[in-house]
C-alpha cells in the first residue's frame, strides 16, 4: 500500500477549532507543506496572532510565540534579530495585520526584515463576530456596518499586497486565493516561494492568501467560495507583486 | 579598573552590556536617549543586536520575541513611551519572560515635561498595564546604582522569570558622577523553554493565553506565588543613621538624594533624623517602615509626585505613627531645606536657616 496523502510533519495532530467551510484549514495546511519542503521544520520559530488563528500555535508542530493583537511582525523581528539561523513566520488575519498591526507589518517590510507573512484576508473580523475590518468590502454587510460599509463614513479597502509591494525591502508579494483545487495549488506554489525567500536571506516575504468566513459572511460555505471568487478578487486581484531577482539578497 | 565619569544612562548601558545583555530595542525619548545612543554605538561590537524600532509599542515586542527566544534583552524609555509598552509588559509578564525594562521618569501627565520626576510610581508598582501581575522595580539613587542595578536587574530578571523595571529619573539619567564596573561576567542561565528552533526534542511555546477558567486561575495563582516569594527574598532598602532616629524622611531615588543632605541639615539643628530610602520598590520594603511605626517614629515621606509612595507607608505603617507628605512636582526638585524644615515641622521645631 503506497500513502498518497497524510499530515505534513509540520502540522499537529490537533482537530483545527476553526468553523465549517472556513479556508484556515486549508492555509495552515499549505503554510505547513511549505516548512516540510523547504525541510526547516526544526529550526522554524512561528508567530500566532489574535483572531481566529489565534491558536494556531496548537497546530504548527514547531517552536511557537503568541504575540498581542497586531504585533507579530514586531516579535518576528525581536526573534530573527537574536537567532539569524532561525525560520520565523507569522500567520496574522486581516483585522490584525491590516488594522492594529499596519505600523509593524509596514516597518517589518521596510526593514527588509528576512520573516514570511503568511496574511490571511477573509474581509471580516471573525473571532469577535463579524465586525468591519479595513479590508471590508464596499457595500458590505458586517455587524458594525449593517447598512452595507460606506466610503462616506468608513472609507476604502486597504490594498496590503499592492502597499507593502511599493516598498524596497519587500522582496516577495503575493495574493493567491483558496476558492478551488486550482488555486489551493497557485497558493501552495506561493507560499513555498515566501519560505525559499526567506532562506535565501532576500528579505521580507509576504503571501496575503484570500480567505472564505461563511458564518460571519451568513453563508453556506459553497456559497462563500464563489462569493470570494466574484466579490473578492475583483477587489483584491491575484498575482505577484514583487519577487527577488536572481542572487539578491538583503542580509 | 578605577572610576570613570559618565553619566548616569551611559553607565547604565555600558553596565548592561558588561552583564551580558546583547539585545536592544528602543525608540527615542528624551531624556534616555543616551541610552539607545550607547547601545548603537557599543553592542554591535559585542556581537549584540541593537535596532530602533518605528514604535515603543514595537519596541517592547520585540523585546518579547527575543527574550521569548532566550536572548538577555533590554529596552529604555521615559513616561510616556513607557505608557505605550504597557500592553507588551503585560504580555511578558503572562508569558513570563525575563527583561529589563528602563524608564527614566519625566514629568506628566501627558506629553508633560522633559524634567525629573516620580510620577510613574503607580504604574510602575502596581501593575501599569492589564491583568494581575508584577514587576520587579529597582530604584537607583547615584550614577554608580544606575550601573550596579542594570547588572542586578539581569540577574533578578532569569532568576525569576519576570520583567524588571529600572525606574530612574532625568537627573539620575543626565547627571555625571564616577562609576566603577564590574569585570566578573554574569553567568549564562539555561533557558530550555525558549523558542530556538525544536531540533531534537518538543516544540516549545511562549503564550500568556489560557481561555479556560479553571486553567487560567491555577496560572494566576502560581504568578501570586512567585511574587510572595519574590516578596520574600528581594526586598531591599538603605538607612542612614537609624539607630537613634526620632523622625525619618522616606524617599527613594533623586529624592532621596536631597534627603540625605536634609538629615544632615537636620542633625546639625539637634533633630535627630534619619533616612529610608526604599531600593526595591516593589517588593516595597515594608519591614523597616513597619518597625518605625511600631515606635511611633513620623515618617515624612518625600516625592517628585503628587504623592504615591506615601500610600504604601501609610499601609506599612498601618495607623500606628504619623506618616505626612512633602512633594514637588512638574520637573521640580525638593531642596535639603525644605525638607530639614518638614523634619523640624515633624518635631515641633523650626530650623535656622
Not at chain 2, 530556538?196 to 486561575?217: M, T
Not at chain 2, 520594603?285 to 511605626?293: R, W
Request: charged fraction near 20%; glycine fraction near 10%.
Amino acid at each position: 500500500m503506497t500513502t498518497v496523502f497524510k499530515r505534513p510533519r509540520a502540522l499537529s495532530d490537533t482537530p483545527f477549532h476553526y468553523c465549517p467551510g472556513c479556508t484556515h484549514g486549508i492555509i495552515h495546511r499549505l503554510t505547513a507543506e511549505a516548512i516540510d519542503e523547504t525541510g526547516v521544520l526544526d529550526r522554524t520559530v512561528g508567530v500566532a496572532s489574535v483572531g481566529c488563528s489565534v491558536f494556531s500555535y496548537k497546530y504548527f508542530d514547531c517552536d511557537m510565540q503568541q504575540a498581542a493583537h497586531g504585533r507579530a511582525p514586531a516579535v518576528a523581528t525581536g526573534i530573527k534579530r537574536v537567532l539569524p539561523d532561525t525560520i520565523v513566520f507569522t500567520y496574522q488575519g486581516d483585522g490584525d495585520l491590516a488594522s492594529i498591526g499596519t505600523a509593524e507589518i509596514v516597518h517589518a517590510a521596510a526593514r527588509a526584515e528576512n520573516i514570511t507573512v503568511i496574511f490571511v484576508n477573509n474581509a471580516i473580523y471573525g473571532m469577535t463576530s463579524g465586525q468591519m475590518a479595513p479590508t471590508t468590502l464596499l457595500g458590505q454587510k458586517t455587524a458594525t456596518s449593517p447598512t452595507g460599509r460606506c466610503v462616506e463614513a468608513n472609507g476604502y479597502p486597504i490594498q496590503i499586497s499592492e502597499m507593502l509591494a511599493t516598498l524596497a525591502g519587500s522582496a516577495y508579494i503575493a495574493r493567491v486565493s483558496t476558492h478551488n483545487a486550482k488555486h489551493v495549488l497557485q497558493a501552495r506554489r506561493a507560499v513555498i516561494k515566501a519560505f525559499d525567500v526567506q532562506q535565501k536571506k532576500q528579505g521580507f516575504s509576504l503571501v496575503e492568501v484570500l480567505s472564505t468566513c461563511p458564518v460571519n459572511w451568513g453563508m453556506a460555505p459553497r456559497e462563500a467560495l464563489r462569493w470570494m471568487e466574484d466579490h473578492m478578487i475583483p477587489a483584491y486581484p491575484l498575482g505577484e507583486f514583487c519577487a527577488p531577482k536572481e542572487g539578491q539578497t538583503h542580509a | 579598573m578605577g572610576k570613570i565619569l559618565m553619566k548616569g544612562n551611559d553607565a547604565l548601558a555600558e553596565a548592561a552590556i558588561r552583564a551580558g545583555c546583547r539585545a536592544y530595542f528602543g525608540y527615542p525619548i528624551t531624556p534616555q536617549n543616551e541610552i539607545p545612543a550607547y547601545m548603537a554605538a557599543h553592542l554591535p561590537e559585542h556581537g549584540g543586536v541593537f535596532l530602533q524600532a518605528e514604535s515603543e509599542v514595537a519596541a517592547i515586542n520585540m523585546v518579547y520575541g527575543a527574550a521569548g527566544a532566550g536572548a538577555r534583552v533590554m529596552t529604555s524609555s521615559s513616561s510616556p513611551g513607557i505608557s505605550l509598552k504597557q500592553e507588551g509588559i503585560s504580555y511578558i509578564a503572562g508569558a513570563e519572560l525575563p527583561c529589563v525594562i528602563v524608564n527614566i521618569m519625566r514629568a506628566g501627565p501627558g506629553l508633560g515635561g522633559i524634567h525629573p520626576s516620580q510620577g510613574d510610581y503607580f504604574q510602575a508598582v502596581k501593575g501599569g498595564g492589564h491583568g494581575d501581575y508584577r514587576m520587579i522595580v529597582l530604584a537607583p539613587a547615584s550614577v554608580q546604582e544606575m550601573a550596579d542595578m542594570a547588572r542586578q536587574a539581569f540577574v533578578l530578571a532569569e532568576k525569576w522569570n519576570n520583567p524588571v523595571m529600572i525606574l530612574g529619573d532625568g537627573i539620575l539619567g543626565q547627571m555625571m558622577e564616577p562609576v566603577e564596573f564590574t569585570d566578573q561576567p554574569l553567568p549564562a542561565v539555561e533557558k530550555p523553554w525558549a523558542t530556538s528552533g525544536a531540533k531534537g526534542r518538543r516544540p516549545n511555546l511562549v503564550n500568556s493565553l489560557d481561555i479556560v477558567p479553571e486553567s487560567l486561575e491555577q496560572r494566576n495563582l502560581a504568578l501570586m506565588r512567585k511574587y510572595e516569594r519574590i516578596r520574600q527574598e528581594e526586598m531591599d532598602w538603605e538607612e542612614v543613621a537609624a539607630d537613634d532616629a526620632d523622625i525619618f524622611v522616606v524617599a527613594y531615588g533623586t529624592a532621596a538624594r536631597a534627603a540625605k543632605s536634609a538629615v544632615d541639615i537636620a542633625r546639625r539643628e539637634g533633630i535627630r533624623a534619619g533616612l529610608i530610602r526604599p531600593i526595591s520598590l516593589y517588593p516595597f520594603p515594608d519591614h523597616p517602615l513597619a518597625k518605625a511605626a511600631e515606635r511611633q517614629i513620623p515618617l515624612l515621606v518625600v516625592e517628585m509626585s503628587s504623592g504615591q509612595m506615601v500610600e504604601d507607608v501609610r499601609l506599612a505603617a498601618q495607623g500606628r505613627t504619623t506618616v505626612y507628605l512633602h512633594h514637588r512636582m512638574g520637573g521640580m526638585v525638593p531642596t535639603p531645606q525644605e525638607i530639614a524644615e518638614e523634619l523640624a515641622k515633624g518635631c515641633g521645631k523650626k530650623v535656622q536657616s
